[in-house]
DNA sequence: CGTGTGACTGGGC
DNA sequence: GGCCCAGCCACAC
């Protein structure tokens, strides 16, 4: 994995408008390359400079550990929230 | 070079 | 909804 692709992921994610959401598998194939482990790692090492919580596994959680501050921003920003979970269909954001 | 690991996913039950 | 599993791919040992 190099530095372009870790800026293009960051980059795509701080384009996802408040209260709304893409997937890890979405940003892999808006990119045309890598997958969504990839932007996994890309979020997991660099995810604190950006609005990380906007990106959300498929099925619209994120791991226990940033559900907590997840579940906040999610508030703060009325996304679509069902049973504590985001709901990707509703949520996504546009051009995705 | 083989293995294990992980902010993942879709399919099957 | 949940569990299992194979496929995924970069990275550390």
């Not at 940033?66 to 996504?92: C, F, S």
Request: net charge negative; aromatic share 8%.
């Amino acid at each position: 994995m190099d530095e372009e692709f870790t800026e293009a992921v960051l980059s795509v994610v701080e384009q996802i408008p408040p209260g709304s959401v893409a997937t890890y598998g979405l940003i892999a194939e808006r990119l045309g390359r890598g997958g969504a482990r990839q932007v996994g790692r890309v979020m997991s090492l660099y995810g604190q400079a950006v609005p990380w919580w906007r990106v959300v596994r498929a099925n619209g959680t994120l791991p226990a550990h940033l559900m907590i501050d997840a579940q906040q921003y999610w508030r703060d920003e009325d996304t679509p929230v069902r049973n504590g979970h985001v709901v990707v269909k509703d949520a996504l954001a546009p051009g995705f």
